[in-house]
């Protein structure tokens, strides 16, 4: 048997509630913000993430699906949002009309990894960029839609960690210092660090390997080292959040994956999961746009994993997993009762009433187990004597108790009995 691809997953009808009703909440939230939709396309120019997350992150350096077409370009599936986000930006001048763009996007990505519980190869983000604005507030702006969306979906059990990469003198200097403490302590670090020390050394302080720990609770960190600017940033970033009633702790060691982060970075992680408690994150990049020919634009965003949101959803919201069940179930006793049947129910679906028939010419009994099955809230049956007379026997699944009504008023009978089951 062929199966899918290793670190894929079959999104199935018994779960697909879950995902639609996430889905509802992203679309409501972010118009709650004002933000609006984005679709780019699932692959692009293998440069739109060379040029921005940098080449000696884990994204770019191992992860990436990179082919080269037929025409003997390297196309690469999307790993992450925001660099396409910013690519499609530039492309059509959005910012030329309104120098304010407040965007999302929900959709797949894809990334070559070690597939385990909660990390996959193709999985799914929700996130939103808010571009073109330098201050504070937007970092914020973006914080509270997260902490807003995670709360409408009734996910309690996380908390927000928030640090600052500052601007990019005070990281070159911070990266200095912490490259000089690390060297000293370089015999003691864990071989994927001692390699990381090298080409992004800021990263070493995300290592969770034990040989590290040591050496990265005693290092410095960019706090000692803010200037003016970035202090002033960070403490408004603080106090907003503050005001706003969101709890959060200052993580001076959150450095997040990608190189293109300056002054706020954010992580939401939950404290229900295990290994992979990033349920997601985010924080500014202020130098993103240039890269695409674009002019300086400063913004912020975040992505999340659904997935990781599901593996607690599942747990501590199955209704979400309810499956959805039709409201009528046509029972159709014999051939040439059924085209009578089907008038009835397209009546029904026209007013919106889900209606269901049996489409295998089965029995009586077939057909009420295929109803039960269902979870169909009302059976119509249909036979030579309704079909003569025009009197319908519409009956309540549940309570067994059963109205007669005819085609002028089936859908206020139906109606009605949906109302009281
Ligand atoms: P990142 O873009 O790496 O910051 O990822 C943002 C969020 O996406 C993470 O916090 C995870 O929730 C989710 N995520 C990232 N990589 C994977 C993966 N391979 N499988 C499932 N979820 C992922």
Redesign the pocket.
Known sequence: MIQSPR?TKDILPSTINAWQQLEDTFRRVSTLFGYQEIRTPIFENTEVFMRTIGENTD?VGK?MYTFPDKGGDSMTLR??M?ASVARAVVQHNLTATNPLQRLWYVGE?F?Y?R?QK????????F?AECIGSAAPEADVEVILLVAKLLSDIGLKEFSLEINTLANREVRILYREKLVEYLIEQKSSLSPESQERLDKNPLRVLDSKHPLDRVAIESAPTILEYLDDESALHFATVQNLLTIAGINFTISPRLV???DYYSHTVF??VSTALGA?S?????GRYNDMFEEFGGKHTPAVG????????LMILEQTNPTLYKQNTPDVMMITLENESYPFSQTIAQLLRNDGISTVMDVQGRSLKAQMREADRLGAAITIIIGENERTSGQLTVKNMKTGMQETATQENIIEIVQKMLRLS
Do not use: D, K
Not at 118 to 125: A, E, L, V
């Open positions: 670190g994204v992860e790993p992450e925001t990505f990334r990894e597939p909660g990390r996959y190869r193709q999985f799914h983000q996130g997040r994956g990608l992580e939401f992979q990033a349920l997601g994150g985010g975040f992505a999340m994993g659904i997935e990781r949101i």
